[in-house]
């Protein structure tokens, strides 16, 4: 058994672009995900961040196989996963599941909560110890809901006790897994730090691991071991929670960071506020070279020529630069 539960190896995941109608001709490829390598260890939290449009939902959904990757490899729990079939997936699904970005959207407006819950019992065809109305009202007290609440429908709960809904419904099958896709962005602020505390304490009970996308930089230091930066599809830092934020080396990451809001007046006027020039590139025709070099205050002539090799700077401390801080 490896270190790991879940290793991306040069993963790509590349969608058609088309122009005009649904029936116009392929124009192109939209490089959603190109070349990415990403570890997460057993019981280990590895926070995805980067600007929208950036690729790190693309990343979630391929690892769920709910996206087919265009080429590399998925090793999930020691088993390569990259080509299974549905049918194949179903015994890898009770041990790898998904929290959705909308706590709404993604619950059955015509189902109870008991429904949506058991369903993942019904569909993998388990019979819970005590039956499951026994483990859904368990459940329900475990994400801080009450269990008497079990036959009331999704649009009786608010926001934040929807998505606790939605953490009960991946806890279900007890898994070793869980892709969070912002999972506390739709909610309001006063109760992003409840759920994000929820989930910390449901890893530490059951040893769960986590690969968490996010925009928001603090909540992903609050909960983050490690963490990933991507920047049009591809990673550009990946470092310890703790050395990110205190000693970035891209200037992608540098940017990112300049940007969070400081709680001390004093702090915040005297550090220096980085503005990136310019849009994100399009996807379908990304920069050559360094994906960057286009909004980088540090760019050369090579960097518009030569991808950057991905090399480790510090222990545990990887960056993609031709010229790293």
Request: glycine share 8%; proline share 6%; aromatic share 6%.
């Amino acid at each position: 058994m490896t270190d790991n539960i879940l290793e991306l190896r040069n993963l790509t995941k590349f969608f058609p672009a088309k122009e005009g109608g649904i029936f116009s001709k392929v124009k192109g490829e939209v490089r959603a995900v190109d070349g990415v390598n990403i570890t997460v260890a057993r019981g280990e939290t590895v926070g995805l961040v980067g600007e929208s449009g950036c690729g790190k939902t693309t990343v979630g959904r391929t690892v769920m196989k709910l996206y087919e990757p265009t080429s590399g490899e998925i090793i999930f729990d020691g088993e390569d996963i990259t080509h299974f079939s549905r049918k194949e997936m179903k015994h890898v699904r009770s041990k790898m599941q998904m929290i959705f970005q909308d706590p709404f959207s993604s619950l059955n407006p015509r189902h109870t909560v008991g429904s949506i819950i058991s369903s993942s019992y019904t569909i993998h065809g388990i019979d819970p110890e005590g039956g499951v109305e026994h483990a859904v009202r368990e459940l329900l007290q475990l994400v801080g809901l009450n269990p008497e609440h079990i036959n009331r429908f999704p649009h009786e709960f608010s926001g934040g006790q929807r998505q606790r809904i939605g953490i009960a419904r991946a806890l279900a099958l007890k898994p070793k897994l869980i892709v969070a896709d912002e999972p506390v962005s739709a909610l309001d602020v006063s109760i992003q730090a409840q759920v994000v505390n929820l989930l910390d304490d449901l890893q530490k009970e059951f040893g769960l691991s986590f690969l968490f996308v996010a925009h928001d930089l603090s909540i992903v230091q609050h909960i983050s071991d490690r963490v990933v930066v991507m920047y049009l599809g591809k990673v550009m830092e990946m470092a310890p929670t703790r050395e990110l934020f205190e000693n970035p080396r891209h200037p992608y990451t540098k940017a990112l960071l300049s940007a969070v809001p400081v709680a001390d007046p004093k702090i915040g006027r005297s550090r220096e506020r980085i503005i990136l020039q310019g849009d994100l590139p399009s996807p379908v025709n990304p920069p050559s070279g360094c994906v960057f070099n286009t909004r980088c205050w540090k760019a050369q002539d090579i960097c518009k020529v030569s991808v950057p090799a991905t090399i480790q700077i510090a222990p545990q401390q990887t960056v993609a630069c031709h010229f790293p801080e």
